[in-house]
């Protein structure tokens, strides 16, 4: 006997991509789910928003067609009907997330050198004192 759960015919799951949100269609029928903009400049902003960094390296056809947020992640102002939620205005920007931290900056990562790092011998390498 399978474990797994069966799908309506022609269902899919739907999950909220944004990180520390559990949110899906399943478990939350009430919320909306919108696609990732199509637009390459303001994917990689919700992408930035959503504090999802893995996804910075995939197209926006692939946020397009596989990733979404629902919408517990918008301000009232981005609906065009913000008492059912449903639609969003053209300008919609994701704003309200469950981290403590601002986006990251789309800059380089630098390595941090731990302080003590560079005062322990490598290994295999003799030390003379």
């Not at 994917?43 to 979404?68: H, M, Q």
């Not at 102002?77 to 704003?95: D, E, G, I, Q």
């Amino acid at each position: 006997m399978s474990n797994t759960k069966k799908l309506k015919p022609g269902g899919t799951r739907v999950y909220c991509s944004a990180c520390n949100c559990s949110n899906s269609k399943g478990s939350r029928p009430e919320l909306s789910f919108f696609r990732f903009p199509s637009d390459p400049k303001r994917s990689k902003e919700w992408v930035v928003s959503c504090r999802r960094e893995d996804l910075l390296i995939k197209t926006s056809e692939y946020l397009y067609a596989n990733c979404r947020l629902c919408s517990e992640h918008f301000e009232d102002c981005m609906f065009v009907n913000p008492s059912r939620k449903n639609r969003l205005n053209n300008t919609a920007r994701p704003s309200i997330f469950n981290v403590k931290n601002p986006p990251p900056k789309l800059g380089r990562k630098r390595r941090i050198l731990d302080r003590n790092e560079d005062l322990l011998p490598s290994k295999g390498k003799e030390v003379a004192y």
